[in-house]
Nanobody, 119 residues
Framework: QVQLQESGPGLVKPSQTLSLTCTVSGASITTNYYYWSWIRQPPGKGLEWMGAIAYSGSTYYSPSLKSRTSISRDTSKNQFTLQLSSVTPADTAVYYC???????????WGQGTQVTVSS
């Protein structure tokens, strides 16, 4: 059974960097040919794909967030991490990690973690 678990601070101040970690169990993040994504859902809005890291370590980002987003991984811990810089209250959302690339390929999700950007 594949499980994903997000972790990180629930409150971030404006202009700071949001950092979240997704810990994966039951599967290796280096297994061909899986992709591991970060997705968020602001209050009252739909899901927004932020970016992904591939089994190879290659990274892909949403064009609208690319300048502020970085995704990395620690294969020894089977974790991948999201960093979102220069946050504003508009970045307040539930953040999810998932295995897959898009709506047709997501097969496992974390439970999601609420992040609020506020001073």
């Amino acid at each position: 059974q594949v499980q994903l678990q997000e972790s990180g601070p629930g409150l971030v101040k404006p202009s700071q960097t949001l950092s979240l970690t997704c810990t994966v169990s039951g599967a290796s993040i280096t297994t061909n040919y899986y992709y591991w994504s970060w997705i968020r859902q602001p209050p009252g809005k739909g899901l927004e794909w932020m970016g992904a890291i591939a089994y190879s370590g290659s990274t892909y980002y949403s064009p609208s967030l690319k300048s502020r987003t970085s995704i990395s991984r620690d294969t020894s811990k089977n974790q991948f991490t999201l960093q979102l810089s220069s946050v504003t209250p508009a970045d307040t959302a539930v953040y999810y990690c998932a295995r897959g690339w898009d709506d047709s390929s997501y097969d496992y999700w974390g439970q999601g973690t609420q992040v609020t950007v506020s001073s």
